[in-house]
């Protein structure tokens, strides 16, 4: 299973109460059973359920996550909490929204750590054939489908947490905030055009320019995954578990890439220009569709140098089923990016960093829209009184298929100073 790079990455200021999945889900149960007004009107759904996670009062749900709250910040996570489980979890016990967000953020600080054993599907190992098969497969699958999806248009909401000291506001000064903290949010349209990715700049309140995000990453839709396959080529891969996934079952393999075989690049970028750059090596984690070959989640844990200005550079990408017109394809539903901005580091303007930074990228990707037209000929338009030239075409407009609900080139990550 994949090391847990993060171990110095999320570890707070403070004494953190690490806990697995299931003593995570016995504190959300015992305080889901607390009486609180109005409760009864709610059953709790079977384990294996996803209910809908909209229903109950919102103001029940509000006070309860008041209670809830204090207590999940307080709480590091020695397992993966996969989304699987979190939307679960979201249901079966009725949490508010802040609740919600609090979980969703604990599932990413460990979302390089293992899954639980017991939610590991209990499937015999496939052989060494049928293991070759599955990785050809996925090879095929984003050389051809994932590099050759039509062309679309999707909203990329980015949102930013860092454990930087927060400045406080009115008496000018900075105090340890334990923790992560958020720093902002950056909306933004990312555009898939004749089978490149392009990123068509980032919108959000104080944060026009997208040389503010700080953290980036790049690939998603497909160069990361295509990159990572060329490299384990001369790399080693082998079959590791199965585990049950939003769509199935995924046959999980671990990777591993040295440097002289790496086309993965780190980039830092300080004061507007590329201080760093590095093809480190790196190892992850990729889950496989048995039968298609559709890349279905894929971890990336970069292995920096002692002396390097930034570490601990990681990606998470889940992917998830989209309709696009007429077709049903695999897109990227959310990604998480991870890295720590070393004390020696980039400068912000005059002053050097007096500690490392940790920064982690949550992004979501939604509203899937297709770039398509239809022509149609047009005919018997003298007998309506509209003579229309021979051979002129009427163009539909652009099509607009939404997303299932269902929730770099590989340029790595870059740090620009805010």
Not at 239 to 248: A, K, P
């Given at each position: 299973?994949?090391?847990?790079?993060?171990?110095?990455?999320?570890?707070?200021s403070?004494?953190?109460?690490?806990?697995t999945?299931?003593?995570?889900?016995?504190?959300?149960?015992?305080?889901?059973?607390?009486?609180?007004?109005?409760?009864?009107?709610?059953?709790?759904?079977?384990?294996?359920?996803i209910?809908?996670?909209?229903?109950?009062?919102?103001?029940?749900?509000?006070?309860?996550?008041?209670?809830?709250?204090?207590?999940?910040?307080?709480?590091?996570?020695?397992?993966?909490?996969?989304?699987?489980?979190?939307?679960?979890?979201?249901?079966?016990?009725n949490?508010?929204?802040?609740?919600?967000?609090?979980?969703?953020?604990?599932?990413?600080r460990?979302?390089?750590?293992?899954?639980?054993?017991?939610?590991?599907?209990?499937?015999?190992?496939?052989?060494?054939?049928?293991q070759?098969?599955?990785?050809?497969?996925?090879?095929?699958?984003?050389?051809?489908?994932?590099?050759?999806?039509?062309?679309?248009?999707?909203?990329?909401?980015?949102?930013?947490?860092?454990?930087?000291?927060?400045?406080?506001?009115?008496?000018?000064?900075?105090?340890?905030?334990?923790?992560?903290?958020?720093?902002?949010?950056?909306?933004?349209?990312?555009?898939?055009?004749?089978?490149?990715?392009?990123?068509?700049?980032?919108?959000g309140?104080?944060?026009?320019?997208?040389?503010?995000?700080?953290?980036?990453?790049?690939?998603?839709?497909?160069?990361?995954?295509?990159?990572v396959?060329?490299?384990?080529?001369?790399?080693?891969?082998?079959?590791?578990?199965?585990?049950?996934?939003?769509?199935?079952?995924?046959?999980?393999?671990?990777?591993?890439?040295?440097?002289?075989?790496?086309?993965?690049?780190?980039?830092?970028?300080?004061?507007?220009?590329?201080?760093f750059?590095?093809?480190?090596?790196?190892?992850?984690e990729?889950?496989?569709?048995?039968?298609?070959?559709?890349?279905?989640?894929?971890?990336?844990?970069?292995?920096s140098?002692?002396?390097?200005?930034?570490?601990?550079?990681?990606?998470?990408?889940?992917?998830?089923?989209?309709?696009?017109?007429?077709?049903?394809?695999?897109?990227?539903?959310?990604?998480?990016?991870?890295?720590?901005e070393?004390?020696?580091?980039?400068?912000?303007?005059?002053?050097?960093?007096?500690?490392?930074?940790?920064?982690i990228?949550?992004?979501?990707?939604?509203?899937?829209?297709?770039?398509?037209?239809?022509?149609?000929?047009?005919?018997?338009?003298?007998?309506?009184?509209?003579?229309?030239?021979?051979?002129?075409?009427?163009?539909?407009?652009?099509?607009?298929?939404?997303?299932?609900?269902?929730?770099?080139?590989?340029?790595?990550?870059?740090?620009?100073?805010?």
């Amino acid at each position: 299973m994949c090391a847990a790079i993060l171990a110095g990455l999320v570890m707070p200021s403070y004494a953190a109460e690490k806990m697995t999945v299931s003593e995570l889900e016995q504190i959300i149960a015992q305080h889901a059973a607390q009486p609180h007004e109005a409760a009864k009107k709610h059953t709790p759904a079977a384990s294996d359920e996803i209910p809908d996670i909209v229903n109950g009062d919102l103001l029940q749900q509000l006070d309860q996550d008041d209670e809830l709250l204090p207590r999940l910040a307080g709480i590091e996570l020695t397992e993966r909490l996969s989304t699987l489980k979190m939307y679960q979890l979201i249901g079966k016990y009725n949490l508010g929204i802040h609740t919600q967000q609090a979980l969703e953020q604990l599932a990413d600080r460990a979302a390089l750590k293992n899954l639980p054993t017991g939610e590991l599907l209990h499937r015999p190992s496939p052989d060494a054939e049928a293991q070759q098969t599955m990785l050809k497969k996925a090879r095929a699958y984003v050389l051809g489908e994932l590099s050759h999806l039509p062309n679309f248009v999707a909203s990329e909401t980015t949102t930013r947490f860092d454990n930087s000291p927060v400045m406080l506001k009115y008496f000018q000064a900075t105090t340890d905030q334990a923790g992560f903290h958020r720093v902002g949010t950056v909306q933004g349209q990312i555009s898939f055009q004749d089978g490149k990715e392009v990123t068509d700049g980032a919108r959000g309140p104080g944060e026009a320019k997208r040389k503010d995000i700080g953290l980036e990453s790049r690939g998603e839709f497909g160069t990361e995954a295509a990159v990572v396959l060329m490299d384990i080529e001369k790399g080693t891969v082998v079959f590791d578990h199965w585990e049950q996934s939003m769509v199935g079952p995924a046959a999980v393999y671990l990777y591993s890439v040295p440097r002289e075989s790496s086309h993965y690049e780190v980039a830092d970028a300080c004061q507007d220009h590329v201080s760093f750059h590095d093809t480190p090596a790196y190892h992850g984690e990729i889950a496989l569709d048995p039968k298609a070959g559709a890349i279905l989640r894929m971890t990336l844990e970069a292995e920096s140098r002692s002396n390097d200005p930034v570490s601990h550079v990681a990606s998470v990408v889940e992917y998830g089923p989209v309709v696009l017109g007429n077709r049903r394809s695999i897109c990227p539903l959310r990604s998480l990016t991870f890295m720590v901005e070393e004390a020696n580091g980039c400068s912000h303007g005059n002053h050097k960093l007096d500690k490392p930074v940790a920064m982690i990228n949550q992004t979501i990707f939604s509203n899937y829209h297709r770039f398509g037209s239809n022509a149609t000929m047009i005919f018997d338009e003298a007998q309506n009184g509209r003579a229309t030239p021979e051979g002129t075409h009427g163009k539909a407009a652009p099509g607009a298929e939404k997303g299932l609900p269902v929730g770099p080139a590989p340029s790595g990550q870059n740090r620009r100073p805010d």
